[in-house]
């Protein structure tokens, strides 16, 4: 059984900056791929960025590409994003999810595990 442990969330001026923290147990992240979704209040659940096994391959949704960056390692079976340029509209509860199948999947049904979600609140 996989479990996956999100931290470093908070609340964050615009424009600043947050690092979130994904631990695993249970799996060798180097076997799966990885991704990060995030849920605002009366919103559907939306993919923010995805990483292959390797960490070689990433894919970032529109809204946070330039901005945000999904890194991985494997020797320590943690996924991280780190969050700069922070707007607003980025406040949301962030979920880490795990696919056991697929290189970069975008989309929400195709990851098999999930976690708990951490906070992200930006406002001045």
């Known amino acids: 059984q996989v479990q996956l442990v999100e931290s470093g969330g908070g609340l964050v001026r615009p424009g600043g900056s947050l690092r979130l923290s994904c631990a695993a147990s249970?799996?060798?992240?180097?076997?799966?791929?990885m991704g990060w979704f995030r849920q605002a209040p009366g919103s559907e659940r939306e993919f923010v960025a995805a990483?292959?096994?390797?960490?070689?391959?990433?894919f970032y949704a529109d809204s946070v590409k330039g901005r945000f960056t999904i890194s991985k390692d494997n020797a320590k079976n943690t996924v991280s994003l780190q969050m700069n340029s922070l707007k607003p509209e980025d406040t949301a509860v962030y979920y880490c999810?795990?696919?056991?199948?697929?290189?970069?999947?975008?989309?929400?049904?195709?990851?098999?595990?999930w976690g708990q979600g951490t906070q992200v609140t930006v406002s001045s």
């Open positions: 990483i292959s096994r390797t960490g070689f391959s990433t």
């Open positions: 249970g799996r060798t992240l180097s076997s799966t791929a």
């Open positions: 999810a795990a696919a056991d199948r697929g290189l970069i999947p975008t989309i929400d049904s195709r990851y098999d595990y």
